[in-house]
């Protein structure tokens, strides 16, 4: 007694410490099982002590078992539920939860579960995504710094072994020339991009006319689709669309985009613009025949240094898209890239001031 040890030295309290141990052993099931059942028989002995008609004990009978088979399919189901939320915990996020035959209420949470474990799954593969788009973006930055950068070394190491009056002098010096110049652009393009993901660019966003935009463009590749080989089709919507949105940024998305449809659209084909409005946007759609093959979905070739030309033969850094739907997000607006076969299909998306009657 003075030890406060008396009740644990007990038979009677190690005998229940003994059942307690063994009753945490039991799968979950019995452990709801178990205790159900054992109230059920103190109910039904008690019972039988003060009622002495053979039916009525009969019916409490039958009730009592009835309650022991609904809790028997209640622990079934919470024991499914429960394994199932241990799989997933243990980092099986693709484990779905069967929800058949559950009754409603169990059935909302085995559902609630199982979209915890849909969104952990997306979560991870989207992780997973990122890390490989970080990998590729590491390397192909790599392989556009090095390859303008060894063909600078190359062509002065030539040109410092055969001298500034080599025949070749002039030929040497025109490459280096327009790899460095090839240089600057990326570089240029790699600082742009990192400060508009940062957001560091003050836009500035005030009324635009959307005719007035493309008909610059216009005026501005005439010449370069001509050399391409290409044939512009316009069609303006018959009131002019206004549009809020910063001009110079703007004009750098249309810029990009008309740029890719010179250098990447497949020769003697039409490439078709478009201004309309649609869901209180003013938008301006571009649409091309790719002269490669597009073996690429939409969102990789929005990611930064990705070409839809794999072999990387072509000039540029693969950050114009990338930069076009970071700016236009920036404005409140949106780069919309769509791919049907070798059809390639952008829209340009700022809010709409003004609504144009077609």
Known sequence: VKGGVLIESTVVYRFIRLLGCGFRHLPDVWKILVPTAIAVFIAFVMISFTIYSGEALFIVFVCGMLLLVAVWYLAIMVNRITAGARNIRDGNSSHVISTDKMCPVLKEHAETINEISRAVDAAVEEKMKSERLKTELIANVSHDIKTPLTSIINYTD?????????????????????????????????????????????????????????????????????????????????????????????????????????????????????????????CISFKNVSATELDISPEELMERFVRGDESRNTEGSGLGLSIGGDLAKAQGGELDISIDGDLFKSIIKFEAIEKSND
């Open 158 to 282: 030539l040109l410092t072994s055969e001298g500034v009056n080599s025949e070749r002098a002039e030929e040497y010096l025109s490459t280096i020339s327009a790899n460095a110049i090839r240089l600057k652009k990326l570089t240029s393009d790699i600082l742009e991009a990192s400060k508009i993901s940062t957001g560091n660019i003050n836009v500035e966003r005030t009324r635009c006319n959307l005719n007035m935009m493309l008909e610059q463009a216009m005026g501005e590749y005439e010449e370069k689709m001509k050399n391409a080989g290409l044939i512009p089709v316009v069609k303006y919507p018959k009131n002019e669309v206004t549009v809020l949105a910063d001009g110079e940024y703007s004009w750098r998305i249309i810029d990009n985009i008309m740029n890719n449809i010179c250098k990447y659209s497949q020769h003697e084909t039409r490439v078709y613009m478009e201004i309309f409005q649609s869901d209180g946007y003013g």
